[in-house]
């Protein structure tokens, strides 16, 4: 099966569908989004990627839209695609409206999605660990709200990999480290996980949530904390998590070896029991 796109109801291969210029997610990023990866032909934590999705569209005043609805696209989508192993952007925005910063009450909804085979990650960089960069976070207050307004992030993961790295970690002015560009951030100390509080500062990652919780079922002590720049560097061990990244160990920081300079054996250990849970 090809990659298909979904856009309000007509299914179609991607490379034959088209956005009108004047949608506002286009012109004024005024959009949402998931990501939902498959394995083994079932989509995982759909439900919680459905409850994240209405909540960014509650807290961009977006009309509600029933449920049902969106999970019956999106069934119908996966079906039509028949991957085993799908990775599916679905993106709603406002709609469609001659260019203007307010909108008209009447305003309907834009649905579009797309569906493409996941290509895995290069077992080898899994094994071996990522080098990262740090960036000051320079992004808007509502960074809990999964807009499709991520340029600062595209510009971050840029500059990570000109500097052959593989992805950057945002820091706020103040020296707290938040998340990656697409990805939430845990770091391994005495033990146990440290990560960011869910504050409007960071994205409340569904992988994130799976991982405290695989941590707390395995006997890992997982808690929400601040952590400083500094902290990073007395690190056991570090890793990122996300639906792409699924939960992928970090080798150095800023060109600084984390714990033994390899991804460690909580980092293993937790992608184990996730890849179990998840097929
Ligand atoms: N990004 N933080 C940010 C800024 C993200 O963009 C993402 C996900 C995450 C991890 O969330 P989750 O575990 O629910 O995937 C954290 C998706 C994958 C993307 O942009 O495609």
New binding site residues.
């Given amino acids: 099966m090809p990659e298909l796109a979904y856009l309000n109801g007509v299914i179609r291969p991607i490379n034959e569908t088209y956005v009108p210029i004047e949608d506002r997610g286009y012109q004024f990023g005024d959009a949402v989004?998931e990501?939902i990866a498959s394995y083994n032909g079932k989509l995982f934590c759909l439900q919680e990627?459905l409850d994240?999705l209405e909540k960014s569209m509650e807290g961009l005043s977006f009309p509600k839209v029933d449920r049902k609805f969106i999970q019956n696209a999106i069934d119908e989508l996966f079906e039509k695609a028949g991957m085993a192993r799908a990775g599916l952007?679905i993106q709603i925005s406002r709609g469609v409206a001659p260019r203007d910063h307010a909108w008209a009450k009447d305003i309907k909804l834009q649905i579009i999605m797309t569906i493409k085979n996941v290509i895995e990650l290069d077992s080898k960089i899994r094994d071996q660990g990522i080098d990262i960069i740090t960036v000051q976070d320079e992004r808007w207050s509502n960074?809990d709200i999964?807009t499709v307004q991520?340029l600062f992030?595209a510009m971050a993961k840029q500059k990570a990999k000109d500097q052959g790295a593989f992805d950057a970690i945002f820091i706020s002015k103040d020296g707290i480290v938040r998340?990656?560009?697409?990805?939430?951030f845990f770091l391994v100390k005495d033990g146990g996980l440290i990560t960011h509080p869910l504050t409007k500062n960071?994205?409340?990652?569904?992988?994130?949530m799976v991982v405290m919780d695989l941590a707390r079922n395995l006997g890992i002590k997982a808690e929400e904390k601040f952590l400083s720049k500094t902290d990073l560097f007395s690190a056991e061990e570090a890793f990122l998590?996300?639906?792409?990244?699924e939960i992928l160990g970090i080798k150095t920081i800023d060109g600084v070896p984390i714990g033994k300079g390899k991804p460690g054996e909580i980092t293993q250990k937790l992608y184990r029991a996730l890849r179990e849970k998840a097929e």
Avoid: A, D, Q
């Fill in positions: 989004y990501f990627h994240r952007y960074c999964k991520i992030n998340e990656g560009t697409s990805s939430n960071i994205l409340p990652g569904i992988t994130r998590t996300g639906t792409v990244t």
